[in-house]
């Protein structure tokens, strides 16, 4: 009986690690999900912009059938929708007597949504001025 | 309006250039000043060294520029445009990745062997993601994911790997390159992975690559399944003179274990854990605290004029010697650090080593070696080269007589412990001098005992110069090398 037992768990084990790998081949789609109330995910940019209202913001991220939504913050979809590799408005501020960035703005006039990079700096162990870390998100407009 | 024309074309490639710039990344706490950093022409191939005058250790993560470089990779990686260079300069802090970076423009990553450490925990695509047209080069690539089932690479076209060291200790599957679908054109040369700490994992998982002259160290690869091997379900990849050691993986795609002590198609070798494992950490060159993939033996040294510094690591033909040679003078300050002690013991200094080899006689540098295995191996074609720049090579070929074939039969068979040699006694070695040395000299030995078994005196080169060994009876099953030693006679010396 142990044996058996023991067989069956080494299936069972055999199985889960498959699983895992096939799980590694699933595609992921970009998506991103709007923040209001109902924390829609969309794959169709375009439609995502009709659905949103004036200043909703969305999350960047991916989405599968399996798993569903996950943020990412890779902006690289939205840029590809905008059609925009570089900057539209760069914006600086004052952080502990440097300027530094505070926020990118890919703003196509064609499109519905933009996107945002906003930066956020720190102070690191040796008293210099880095990036502690980027929020990417969308805003309808 | 011809010329006219001609002008709107030059200004148009002008413009289309004028964004391309040389960015910099240091997080060093010091100044630096006169840093050595290696140069690569549009195919990633290095071709030579310029100097950086000054770096300065910045205080504000927002410039580039050398008197004024970004401090962490995360801001850097946000102001790169197509066409940009960024050049990571080595220090003695690790850049972090904490968010994975993914870019489809035409990027240049350089560096003098900077530490770049990634413990990304963001789901199973991490690390540098969906990428097309980036040239990766010399980089020091530690992935220490804690999540399951990541990427260090996810690429799609046109990317090219070259000279990075890469190590990952994650202990579940673990891909390195995943290739997308549909993508191709993608160059994977003269790296170095090691698989610390994994349980299974896949090299390349893609098609239509091309993986040529790495080294690849994976251990404690025990799962068997879908993607256990080296390069899990990869296709119509071209591989050429990869060398794979402490793997159980046998044909690379499906996990059938080794039965043999190597194997190999073309010319990429794998090695098995399970049985006799010819190269181990200990021929490895541990600079610092860092790994390199060279043989300890014949690759560091002074070359004939004893007053050049080399390093190197073999497995090349003719045609990628100027790869190898970018890999060799990649890390242009090791003649501080030299390895040298494994030929010269107490000084290593340039002027002092030649007088040392004057007193001997005899010049090392230009030692070959060959590693055979107890295992079942055609000697024939199986050619080794050995080089350093800026001089011709001694190129050894090994032709057994008669059959052609030396049988070992290693103890897991039960059969014999011993290496049977099919009929014939004797080993004929043909050395073609193509790299100046005016003798050489070969010998047989065990690389474990060091007992050599078969030797010759020194000769004379003149043109493709041939001997042959002795091969005793009953040889006890081991590792065993050829060395070729090319050497220059004091009257030969400049």
């Given amino acids: ?141 | 309006m011809k010329k006219i024309l001609t002008l709107i074309i030059c200004l148009f490639i002008f413009q289309s250039y004028s964004h391309s710039a040389i960015k910099y990344l240091y997080n060093g706490l010091t100044d630096l000043t006169n840093v050595s950093f290696p140069l690569f022409n549009d195919s990633g191939v290095y071709i030579g060294d310029t100097v950086i005058p000054y770096i300065k250790a910045n205080d504000v993560d927002t410039n580039g520029t050398s008197d004024s470089p970004f401090i962490t990779w995360e801001f850097a990686k946000t102001q790169l445009s197509a066409g940009d260079e960024l050049r990571i300069i080595k220090s003695d802090l690790n850049y972090l990745i904490t968010t994975s970076f993914t870019s489809s423009a035409n990027l240049t990553i350089t560096s003098n062997q900077a530490n770049l450490f990634s413990n990304l925990n963001t789901g199973q695509y991490v690390g540098i993601i969906q990428t097309s047209n980036l040239k990766l080069l010399g980089v020091n690539y530690l992935f220490h994911p804690p999540s399951y089932n990541p990427c260090m690479y996810r690429i799609n076209n046109n990317n090219i790997f070259n000279y990075n060291i890469f190590r990952t200790n994650y202990v579940s599957f673990y891909v390195s390159f995943w290739h997308e679908a549909g993508g191709s054109g993608n160059y994977i040369k003269n790296n170095y992975y090691e698989d610390i700490d994994g349980i299974f994992s896949t090299m390349l998982y893609g098609s239509n690559d091309f993986f040529q002259n790495n080294v690849i160290n994976r251990w404690r690869q025990t799962y068997s399944g879908t993607h256990p091997s080296a390069f899990g379900a990869a296709t119509n990849l071209t591989l050429k003179n990869n060398y794979i050691y402490n793997t159980i993986s046998r044909n690379f795609y499906d996990g059938t274990p080794i039965t043999e002590n190597n194997y190999g198609f073309n010319n990429t070798w794998a090695v098995s854990s399970q049985n006799l494992v010819t190269l181990s950490e200990q021929d490895l060159l541990v600079i610092n605290g860092d790994t390199y993939f060279f043989n300890r033996s014949d690759t560091a040294g002074f070359d004939i004029t004893g007053l050049e510094f080399f390093l190197k690591y073999g497995g090349f033909d003719d045609t990628e010697v100027g790869n190898v040679l970018g890999l060799e003078r990649l890390f242009p300050d090791t003649t501080a650090r030299i390895l040298a002690t494994d030929f010269y013991t107490i000084d290593t200094k340039a002027e002092i080593t030649s007088k040392m080899l004057i007193t001997l006689g005899w010049n090392y540098d230009t030692q070959t070696q060959q590693i055979l295995t107890g295992t079942t191996s055609t000697m024939n074609d199986f050619v080794y080269a050995s080089w350093y720049p800026d001089s011709p090579e001694i190129y050894m070929r090994l032709i057994p007589q008669d059959t052609g074939e030396i049988t070992a039969i290693n103890s897991d068979t039960n059969v014999s412990d011993t290496i049977t040699i099919n009929d014939t006694t004797y080993l004929t070695i043909d050395v073609r001098n193509i790299k100046g040395a005016s003798g050489w000299q070969v010998r047989i030995w065990n690389a474990d005992t060091g007992d050599t078994f078969g030797s010759s005196f020194p000769f004379e080169f003149e043109g493709i110069n041939e001997t042959q060994l002795l091969i005793p009876d009953n040889l006890p099953i081991g590792t065993y090398k050829i060395t070729v030693t090319g050497m220059v006679a004091e009257e030969f010396r400049p």
Avoid: C, H
């Fill in chain 1, 1 to 141: 009986m142990k044996k058996i037992t023991s067989l069956i768990f080494i299936i069972i084990m055999m199985l889960a690690f498959n699983v895992q790998a096939t799980e590694f081949e699933e595609e992921w789609t970009p998506a991103i999900q709007i923040q209001n109330e109902t924390k829609t995910v969309y794959t169709n940019f375009d439609i995502a912009s009709e659905k949103a209202q004036l200043g909703d913001t969305f999350l960047l991220g991916e989405w599968n059938d399996t798993e569903l939504w996950r943020q990412t913050d890779n902006d690289n979809a939205l840029k590809q929708y905008l059609n925009l590799s570089e900057p539209t408005t760069k914006t600086l501020k004052q952080f502990e007597a440097k300027t530094v960035w505070d926020y990118w703005e890919y703003n196509n006039p064609e499109k519905q949504i933009k996107s945002i990079m906003q930066y956020y700096f720190k102070l690191d162990g040796y008293n210099r001025i880095v990036l502690d870390y980027i929020n990417y998100f969308g805003v309808k407009k």
